[in-house]
């Protein structure tokens, strides 16, 4: 980690801002996007990609970021929102959001994990994989991570069945199974992602 970092402090830049996304993929819950400022030459040897890391680590991890950061900022993105825009339009908002609400925080450059951002006024890089070799991106895939499994859980608790707190949402055997025998949750399953769309019409059409 920080290789990306020490790239661009070599070119002057001080304060980066990395942003990245959790839950772009599962047919169920929000997606929340977070963004992270550290100081220059902040160093942390626990913080890597959210997917590397144990559920323990990250809990650990997320108390040390929001700690240690200059600046830090999450955005909860609803399902209405993701299925009135395409989930990777909900992403670009998220991040653009952040961008714009941390601006009084003066970052001088940003990097997203693999998301273009057009129309932002400051210097950016969107390179595939950051969250490997950009410890802000890192740290923003860990808040972003600890944050929708913790609603995640939650609608386990409110929507028994589904397995929410195990598969986080993803189309797992058994959230497919409950999904066909119990049909889509209104306002919790992304009726704009298959299979959820197919079950919804053949719904339709039974009427």
């Known amino acids: 980690m920080l290789e990306g970092e020490k790239e661009l402090y070599k070119q002057g830049y001080a304060r980066i801002l990395g942003t990245d996304e959790a839950g772009r993929g599962p047919l169920a819950g929000p997606l929340y996007v977070a963004a992270v400022i550290f100081p220059k030459g902040y160093e942390n040897q626990g913080i890597d990609d959210?997917?590397?890391l144990t559920e323990k680590k990250r809990e650990c991890l997320f108390d040390e970021i929001v700690r240690d950061a200059l600046a830090?900022?999450?955005?909860?993105?609803g399902v209405k929102e993701i299925d009135e825009l395409n989930i990777y339009e909900a992403s670009r908002r998220g991040m653009m959001m952040l961008v714009e609400s941390l601006t009084l925080n003066h970052p001088d450059f940003v990097v997203t994990d693999c998301m273009?951002?057009?129309?932002?006024?400051?210097?950016y890089l969107h390179p595939a994989k950051a969250d490997a070799t950009y410890l802000s991106v890192a740290a923003a895939s860990i808040l972003a991570k600890v944050?929708?499994?913790?609603?995640?859980?939650?609608?386990?608790?409110?929507?028994?069945?589904?397995?929410?707190?195990?598969?986080k949402g993803y189309g797992t055997k058994a959230h497919l199974d409950a999904l066909n025998?119990?049909?889509p949750i209104k306002g919790v399953h992304r009726e704009s992602f298959e299979p959820v769309r197919s079950i919804l019409q053949k719904d339709l059409l039974l009427f």
Do not use: H, Q
């Open 181 to 183: 025998s119990k049909g």
């Open 72 to 77: 830090y900022g999450i955005v909860r993105i």
């Open 116 to 123: 273009p951002l057009p129309g932002l006024t400051l210097p």
């Open 147 to 167: 944050s929708r499994d913790r609603e995640m859980e939650r609608l386990d608790l409110l929507y028994p069945g589904y397995g929410f707190a195990k598969n």
């Open 50 to 52: 959210s997917k590397k």
